[in-house]
């Protein structure tokens, strides 16, 4: 079997560099370790990663994507790694709202500044109601911008996975997160490679990977 370039981004707690290690990478992890499959890890940001996969220069696979129709087109996805806890949000704790929340009720505080990161997705739910609105502040960077943004003052809220949101609100002071009450079961992510990963490395791989019940 060839050695595939695996290639991570550094955000916590999904991704995390150093082992590598995160809620995504070990159970890949573990899979290629109990199906022997050559492979190394490299840093490289997403966008860079998306270049790598699809194009046909080497064996190349991004760690974490979410499967859609456009990219099913363009290279191969393993089976679930892990499955997002269902969308959130990180606010000010002087906002003062309190569960249980919906969506709509979020989205319809027109007092109070929300940010969102520029080109990305939160759903298909939130970015519909969100599309209805006149577009609110964006920002681009990491997640850990938008948490000093809100301890700043700059914004008041932002939608944001739970698993993202526990971790900053123990690095930055006067932040405070909420479950949405009516946000649907957040996305599976997949290892996701370019075409030129044989398909035999991938079955390999996907029989080691435990299945994901929720």
């Known amino acids: 079997m060839p050695e595939v370039a695996l290639h991570l981004q550094d955000r916590p707690p999904y991704y995390v560099l150093k082992g590598p290690a ?30 790598l996969i699809e194009s046909d220069g080497g064996m190349h696979c991004g760690v974490g994507w979410f499967r859609n129709e456009e990219r099913a087109t363009k290279g191969r996805f393993s089976k679930a790694l892990y499955q997002d806890q269902p969308l959130g949000l990180l606010m000010r704790q002087e906002l003062g709202w309190q569960a249980p929340l919906r969506m709509a009720e979020a989205l319809a505080e027109r007092r109070v500044r929300l940010l969102v990161k520029a080109g990305f997705s939160y759903g298909a739910e939130f970015d519909r109601q969100l599309a209805a609105l006149p577009p609110p502040a964006s920002f681009t960077g990491e997640m850990a911008t938008v948490a000093r943004m809100l301890a700043a003052d700059r914004a008041d809220w932002t939608p944001m996975a739970p698993e993202e949101a526990q971790l900053l609100v123990t690095q930055f002071a006067g932040l405070r997160m909420l479950s949405f009450a009516d946000a649907p079961p957040g996305g599976r992510r997949h290892l996701y490679c370019n075409k030129a990963v044989p398909e035999a490395w991938l079955k390999r791989l996907d029989a080691e990977l435990p299945e994901i019940k929720r």
């Open 22 to 51: 995160g809620l995504v990478v070990m159970p890949l992890l573990q899979a290629l370790q109990r199906a022997g499959l050559p492979h190394r890890f490299e840093h490289t940001p997403a966008l860079r990663q998306l270049r």
